[in-house]
């Protein structure tokens, strides 16, 4: 009978939505992890010495190389900026469908009181 009272809809829906978000958190702490040693280690973006194109400056190639890397910054910065984001919007839904559903149940699985006995608290 407590396997039903459990398999309401409601019950399912919390129950998907802490999945979710858990999922939701999970994948946003591996990618802030990524992304925190793609800033901290950033790809040379080639392998050996760079090939120096024909009838390019070298000033222009230092500045087209200073232009990647920058732009692998960026892109690591905004990769952490959204995982953190994902983080913190995922983590407090999760944490609030996560206690409705541990305020239900100590409800439904207590015996019924007598019908002489006070209220508990």
Same mark, same amino acid.
């Given at each position: 009978?407590?396997?039903?009272?459990?398999?309401?809809?409601?019950?399912?829906?919390?129950?998907?939505?802490?999945?979710?978000?858990?999922?939701?958190?999970?994948?946003?702490?591996?990618?802030?992890?990524?992304?925190?040693?793609?800033?901290?280690? @950033?790809?040379?973006?080639?392998?050996?010495?760079?090939?120096?194109?024909? /009838?390019?400056?070298?000033?222009? #190639?230092?500045?087209?190389?200073?232009?990647?890397?920058?732009?692998?910054?960026? #892109?690591?910065?905004?990769?952490?900026? /959204?995982?953190?984001?994902?983080?913190?919007?995922?983590?407090?839904?999760?944490?609030?469908?996560?206690?409705?559903? #541990?305020?239900?149940?100590?409800?439904?699985?207590?015996?019924?009181?007598?019908?002489?006995? @006070?209220?508990?608290?």
């Amino acid at each position: 009978m407590v396997s039903q009272e459990r398999l309401t809809l409601r019950n399912l829906y919390l129950y998907l939505v802490c999945l979710v978000t858990l999922v939701m958190s999970i994948f946003a702490t591996v990618n802030l992890v990524r992304g925190t040693v793609e800033l901290l280690y @950033p790809d040379p973006g080639y392998y050996g010495a760079p090939a120096k194109e024909p /009838g390019v400056s070298d000033e222009e #190639q230092q500045r087209r190389e200073q232009a990647t890397k920058d732009a692998q910054r960026r #892109q690591a910065v905004l990769a952490l900026v /959204g995982s953190g984001t994902l983080l913190l919007v995922a983590g407090p839904v999760y944490a609030y469908h996560w206690r409705r559903v #541990q305020r239900e149940l100590p409800a439904r699985s207590s015996p019924p009181a007598p019908e002489g006995s @006070p209220p508990g608290p």
